[in-house]
């Protein structure tokens, strides 16, 4: 196998000395321009490529940032990716996107492997409701950034939704179209997004003078499309019978809908469907689903500003900050019959 070309075989071929070779790479700002396309054209001759691992050593940092979500899946996290990436990008960096699938062990191993690779920085989504995993990376003085999380106190930024209003827009939409018991397929229970949306949905039932028993709960370990048919089974076995149905994300809601379609039970006219995050899946379903609308690549976006914002702040003069969005409710026709 031939030798791979560093930086002293450049410096060699281009009868110049290491350290203008290392300008022309970092600061070419600052070789004259002959000798600059000396080095350029050895560079190119030989197939150099600088050592990033080099680099990142004397910096004491990578120029990647990760980002760690529940499940890469789900189209709402490849939006939040899609947003961190052009805000990274825009600042010469790369992403390292992982799965922690919803596992606080998985996480605790990526955080870890973070550390290892002296990433610039992290944005996640936990899947440790406890916190200590989070509590754990903290002692390598890696910022962080919370995605779709609320910070539970000021020691970090933090970008999310408002999940209260979106549970609220989501059941109040069905109660205004005179449906009175309302199933609400939920997730996981320990993360914060599926407390908050079912906190929205009964106060969405008290303040049209319901009782919290005219939401229906119905549990679900995961937010997949297999756990929506597995829901949708249960629901149609249900006596009485709720005529609508919130789900905590569309994918559950697609799932939801293909139990009732393969049931022979009509949507809308039978039992109504509302989800979550407004995937590009939720307007090309049989039926289109109507949805409370995540900003997901904005939501990406900003926290990954947030993050290289305390990255590059040597002089600790960053001030953390949480951002809270606003959902959106976007109605389509699996919704739309006022019973």
Known sequence: MARVAGIKDVARQAGVSVGTVSNVINRPEAVLPETRARVLAA?????????????????GRSRIMALLVLDMGNPFFVDVARGAERAARQAGLGVMVCNSGQSPAEEAEYLGLFAEQRV??????????????????????IPYVLVDRVASGTGTCAVSVDDVRGGALAVGHLVSAGHRSVAYVSGPGDLHQIRDRRTGALSALAEAGLAPEALVEIPSDRLDVAAGRDAGARLLGLVPRPTAVFCANDLLALGVLQALYAAGVRVPQDIAIVGYDDIEFAAAAAVPLTSVRQPAVLMGRLAAELLLEEADDDEGHHEHRSVVLQPELVVRASSSTPR
Do not use: M
């Not at 190119?44 to 910096?59: H, I």
């Not at 944005?123 to 916190?131: F, H, I, K, N, S």
């Open 120 to 141: 610039c920085g992290v944005l996640v989504t936990p899947a440790d409701a406890t916190g200590r995993n989070l509590e754990s990376f903290s002692r390598h003085r």
């Open 43 to 59: 560079i190119e001759e030989l197939g150099y490529v600088r050592s990033e691992s080099a680099r990142q050593l004397r910096a």
